[in-house]
């Protein structure tokens, strides 16, 4: 690895710790591309639930040829995001694919474009896409080369806010388990003390009372709780490890 290499790993790496977004570590990105090609400009394009959306973009024109696509359903943004693979047009104007896709960016000033997959084959796949004016600008390794870690930052920025979203939801998730078991475990104090009987028959009690009344087993408990005392039960201090 070069020393340009390693300091621009360093740089992008530091752009996901100073930014408090994904879209804002994408928009970085971006920008970084357009700096590093010819591009007239560059879009990020990301699929959820099969619906394509530009979610940032540098420079000019990828908006545009962006919703072209969308619009049609084809093209080469989609191509890559759908493939998983590049796609390299050298000259819109000989290109007979996708339409009239090739006709409309024509018009728009842009005869070749590069578009890099992104998150490939998971359920946010998207594309680092690139637009150019001159015929063959991403022609060259070289051109293509310098992007390519740019789209690999970006897959890495998805799985790394993917796997956070899901710690949050994983905890969110144990946080109302926690406090369903506290108001559970009340009741069943309150149901012990009045039937003295075992911890096992205090829930089953709890649990008939539940079916029969067709109420889910913590409301069931929260209003027994709430008879008895005249105040909603106490929930538990979730206390996180320093």
Known sequence: MSTEDAYDENRITQWLLETDSLEGFLQALADAALKLSNALGVGVTLERDGRPLTVVNAGIAAPELDEKQYGLDDGP????????????VDDMLGESRWGDYPAFAVASGVRSSLSLPIAAHTHTAGALNLYAGPSRAFGEEAARTAVRPLAA???????????MADVRDFADQLQTAMKSRSVIDQAMGVVMGQNRCTAEAAFN????????RNVKLRDLCAEL???LTGEPPAEPELRHRP
Not at 155 to 160: D, E, Q, V
């Open 153 to 163: 930052q970006a897959t890495g920025g998805i799985a790394l806010a993917q796997r």
């Open 205 to 212: 009690i709890l649990r008939s009372a539940s079916q029969h």
């Open 77 to 88: 943004c989609l191509q890559s995001l759908r493939t998983g693979e590049e796609v390299v």
């Open 225 to 227: 709780i709430t008879g």
